[in-house]
C-alpha cells in the first residue's frame, strides 16, 4: 500500500508540475493548426531541391501532429508534389517537436534541454532530407493508397473537410475545438501513460540508478536508441519520462536520444514508410535518425559539462515559480479533460463488456432457477 500510495503522490506531483504547461502548449497547437492548415504548408514544398527540405524541416517543429498522424499528411504532401527529400524531413522533425511538446519541455526539463530539443529535432530531419535527396531514388508514389489508411492515423492528422470560419468567436471555437477535443482525445492516453511511468520512476527506482548503470554514453545512448525506435510514444508523453530518467541519473544526451528517437519512429511508421516512400528511403530515414539523435546527443552532453549544469539539479524548476493554487487548478482541469477523452474513446469497450457480463450472470440465474 506504501507504495501504491507513493506512486500516485508522485505522480500528481508531477501532474500538478506540469499542466499549466500542457494545457498552454495545447492551445499553442490549436492557434497554430488553425493559422497554418496543411493546405498552406502543401503549396510550400512543392520543390525538389533543399530549399524544399529545409522548409519541411522548419515548418514540421511546431506542428501538433503525433508519429502516426504524421503519416497520412506525408502522403498529402507526396501527393501534392513534394519531393521524398521534403517528405522525409516532415516526417521527422513534425512528431519529434511541436508546441505541446516545447510547452511541457519546458516545464519539466530545463530551458537548455528546451531549446536545444527543435534545435535538434531541425537538424535531423534536415539532414535526412539532405541524404534522402542526394541519395534517393525520387521514384514514382510506392503503395501509396496502401499507406494513406485511415486506422494508422489520429484525428488531429486524419484530413477533415471543416468548414472555413470567419471571425474572431469562430476562430476560437475552432482553436478550443481541436485543443481541448480532438488533439486531447489523441494524446491523453499517451500524455497520462508517460506521466505514470515517470512516476513509478520517481516513486521507485533508487537514487542515481542510471549514473550506476549508464553512466558511460557507449552504453546509455545505444540503449535509450533501442528503446525508443520500436515503441510508439509522442513527442508530448516522453518528456516527462525523460524528465524522471535524467533526475535518476541518465545523462541529457542520453534522454536526447530517447527524446528523438521514440516519437519519429515505431514499428508501424516504419512499415508504412517502406510501403509508401521504398526500402532505400525507409533505411535513410532510420539511419538519419540513429546517427544524428546520437551525435546530437553527445553535443548536448558536451554543453552541460562547459556550462557546468548539473542537470539533476535544472530539471523541472522552471514550473516552480508557478502558485501552487494555479498549479492545482491546472492539474484539476487537465485531469477532467484527459479522463473525459479517455472514457470517450473507450466507454464502447466498457458498455459491451458490461453486458456480455450481465448476460452471463443472468444466463447462470437462470439455469440455476431451471435447475
Known amino acids: 500500500m506504501e507504495i501504491i500510495v507513493a506512486i500516485i503522490t508522485s505522480i500528481w506531483t508531477i501532474i500538478e508540475d506540469s499542466a499549466v504547461f500542457i494545457l498552454f502548449g495545447f492551445a499553442l497547437a490549436g492557434v497554430i493548426k488553425v493559422y497554418l492548415p496543411l493546405d498552406a504548408v502543401k503549396k510550400s514544398l512543392g520543390g525538389r ?21 504524421v503519416i497520412p499528411a506525408a502522403v498529402a504532401l507526396r501527393k501534392e508534389g513534394a519531393s ?9 522533425s513534425t512528431p519529434e517537436s511541436g508546441a505541446d511538446s516545447i510547452s511541457i519541455s519546458y516545464a519539466m526539463l530545463d530551458p537548455l ?13 534536415f539532414f535526412a532530407g539532405l541524404l534522402e535527396t542526394l541519395f534517393g531514388k525520387d521514384d514514382p508514389l510506392v503503395n501509396l493508397e496502401e499507406a494513406d489508411t485511415g486506422s494508422e492515423c489520429c484525428s488531429s492528422g486524419c484530413s477533415k473537410d471543416v468548414p472555413e470560419s470567419h471571425g474572431a468567436i469562430s476562430r476560437l471555437k475552432e482553436i478550443f475545438h481541436f485543443s481541448f477535443i480532438e488533439l486531447m482525445d489523441d494524446l491523453a492516453t499517451w500524455i497520462l501513460f508517460g506521466l505514470t511511468f515517470a512516476g513509478v520512476i520517481m516513486a521507485l527506482v533508487p537514487e542515481e540508478f542510471f549514473t550506476e548503470y549508464f553512466n558511460d554514453s557507449y552504453i546509455a545512448m545505444p540503449a535509450m536508441l533501442l528503446l525508443g525506435v520500436p515503441i510508439y510514444i509522442c513527442a508530448t508523453s516522453s518528456t516527462p519520462m525523460a524528465a524522471a530518467m535524467i533526475m535518476k541519473g541518465l545523462s541529457p544526451g542520453a534522454a536526447l536520444v530517447f527524446l528523438l528517437a521514440g516519437p ?36 548536448l ?12 539539479a535544472t530539471m523541472g524548476k522552471v514550473a ?4 501552487e493554487p494555479v498549479e492545482t487548478t491546472a492539474a484539476l482541469v487537465f485531469s477532467a479533460l484527459a479522463a473525459k477523452s479517455i472514457l470517450k474513446q ?10 456480455s457480463l450481465w448476460k452471463t450472470v443472468s444466463g447462470k440465474q437462470q439455469a440455476s432457477t431451471a435447475d
Open 346 to 355: 473507450y466507454q464502447g469497450a466498457l458498455i459491451g463488456g458490461a453486458s
Open 84 to 92: 521524398k527529400g521534403a517528405t522525409s524531413a516532415f516526417l521527422i
Open 113 to 125: 534541454m528546451t531549446i536545444f530539443r527543435p534545435i535538434a529535432a531541425f537538424l535531423t530531419a
Open 49 to 69: 531541391n533543399f530549399a524544399s527540405v529545409t522548409k519541411a524541416a522548419l515548418v514540421g517543429v511546431p506542428l501538433p501532429l503525433c508519429s502516426c498522424s
Open 320 to 323: 516552480e515559480i508557478l502558485p
Open 301 to 312: 552532453d558536451l554543453l552541460y559539462i562547459s556550462l557546468a549544469i548539473n542537470p539533476s
Open 264 to 299: 519519429a519512429t515505431n514499428i508501424s511508421t516504419i512499415m508504412i514508410l517502406r510501403n509508401f516512400m521504398g526500402t532505400r528511403s525507409m533505411w535513410i530515414y532510420l539511419f538519419s535518425i540513429a546517427f544524428c539523435s546520437i551525435a546530437l546527443g553527445i553535443t
